[in-house]
């Protein structure tokens, strides 16, 4: 039986306390077996909240960003590589001539073709003073001028190939009616004419040029002063006349006004007479043009080459001066001449106005005599001024010099040189400046 513990006892029998460090052990010891050993967790510090005006422009940036590609990647791809897909530079096949492609380094360079400068034109015409390269001069050597009579009746006109002659006499015939000599070397149009017949005056002013003669009848008298058929014999004259020529029936034009011959038949026919070479022409001097403020003002010059003869001025000429051009413009019975060849009025760089001794023949036919070999006053428009001199001719076979009043030899402008024979005694003309 267990003895009971009483309170008088306890008072009795002290009990002694234990080491303090002791019962702290025990204390531990029983929580430990209490409860398993987990370390103790770690303290998680709370993210602050986005502010929700924060986020939402981010995810505005975000999209437009993500927009801007997808519009820059849809722009390349149809913009750029669909509408001109990129090409190799070794496939490029049409380069301009500013471009030239490399070629490997095995093969040698193709040539490129270097642009030659044009031949410069040094070579005058001893006919009008044109220039023209050595080549184009070697070319024309090999021909010889030619002569043509072309007709100026009022049913003849308009005339082929005025505005292709180097040089043009126009002079009376018979009755007030005027006829041309026209003088071909450098320029060849397709034809020449209406062609009519020669006279005595026209056979003394070619000779310089000792041409082929293309004409269609002549005067044939006693008289040495107008038999020009026997003439163009005794003169030995280089005969063409009709060889070649032919009837142009254009329905407004009829015989004798619509005989036309080519300067090519003429030149083919004079290789198989040897006369295919030029011949020495001596030369008239040359200048270039005035430039345009050194040119004179408008003019314009009235012919008449008969007063008497005068048909209702279907022959009388009016030239006006083009400032532009520097030539002279010419007008017959009122109305600008043409060249049916070319469609242009008929023209001139300069013009001479040679005034000669006139006489009739005193025949049947009308036929006058103009003199050729001789000296007489001449005036000269050129560069839009007029100016007075003479005109010299020894000899049939001696080209017409003309001088100034201080009796220097002209200076023409290179080209076309246009004379008007005016008879002292029957013509006359009028300068009128504007």
Same mark, same amino acid.
């Given at each position: 039986m267990k003895k009971e513990l009483n309170i008088s006892d306890t008072k009795q029998k002290k009990i002694k306390p234990k080491k303090k460090a002791e019962t702290l052990v025990e204390k531990t010891n029983l929580v430990v077996q209490d409860t398993p050993l987990v370390e103790p967790e770690k303290k998680v510090k709370e993210k602050t909240p986005m502010d929700p005006k924060k986020k939402k422009l981010i995810i505005a940036l975000s999209c437009t960003a993500l927009l801007l590609l997808i519009g820059i990647g849809v722009f390349y791809y149809f913009g750029i590589y669909k509408y001109k897909p990129y090409t190799k530079p070794s496939e490029l096949i049409n380069l301009t001539n500013e471009y030239i492609l490399s070629l490997p380094t095995k093969s040698l360079p193709i040539p490129i073709p270097i642009p030659q400068p044009s031949e410069p034109k040094t070579e005058p015409s001893p006919v009008n003073g044109t220039l023209f390269t050595k080549a184009e001069m070697t070319k024309l050597k090999t021909r010889r001028p030619v002569a043509v009579m072309i007709n100026n009746h009022a049913d003849a006109r308009p005339q082929s190939g005025l505005n292709s002659a180097d040089v043009v006499f126009e002079a009376l015939a018979e009755g007030g009616i005027t006829r041309f000599l026209a003088i071909f070397w450098s320029d060849a149009p397709k034809k020449v004419g209406p062609i009519r017949s020669a006279r005595q005056y026209y056979l003394e002013w070619l000779s310089p040029y000792d041409p082929l003669y293309i004409y269609d009848g002549c005067a044939k008298t006693d008289n040495p002063k107008t038999n020009a058929c026997g003439n163009i014999y005794t003169y030995k004259i280089k005969n063409i006349a009709t060889r070649g020529a032919w009837r142009w029936d254009d329905g407004v034009r009829y015989a004798p006004h619509n005989e036309y011959s080519s300067l090519f038949t003429a030149w083919e026919y004079a290789q198989d007479r040897n006369w295919d070479s030029m011949p020495d022409v001596e030369a008239w001097k040359f200048k270039k043009d005035a430039t345009?403020?050194?040119?004179?003002? &408008?003019? $314009?010059? &009235?012919? +008449?080459?008969?007063?008497? /003869?005068? !048909? +209702?001025? /279907?022959? !009388?000429?009016?030239? %006006?001066?083009?400032? $532009? +051009?520097? %030539?002279?413009?010419?007008?017959?019975?009122? $109305?600008?001449?043409?060249?049916?060849? %070319?469609? %242009?009025?008929?023209?001139? &760089?300069?013009?001479i106005l040679q005034e000669v001794t006139y006489a009739s023949a005193n025949d049947n036919k009308g036929r006058i005599i103009l003199t050729t070999i001789g000296e007489g006053k001449a005036t000269y428009l050129m560069d839009g001024k007029i100016t007075s001199g003479t005109w010299k001719k020894t000899a049939r076979t001696d080209r017409t010099t003309y001088y100034d009043s201080s009796n220097n030899e002209v200076l023409f402008n290179r080209g076309r040189t246009w004379i008007s024979v005016i008879p002292r005694s029957v013509g006359k003309f009028d300068i009128i400046e504007q």
């Open positions: 345009v403020a050194n040119r004179g003002l &408008k003019t $314009k010059v &009235k012919v +008449s080459f008969h007063i008497r /003869l005068n !048909n +209702s001025g /279907l022959y !009388n000429t009016v030239w %006006t001066y083009d400032p $532009k +051009s520097n %030539t002279y413009l010419l007008e017959t019975g009122g $109305k600008p001449l043409i060249d049916q060849e %070319t469609n %242009t009025q008929v023209y001139a &760089k300069n013009l």
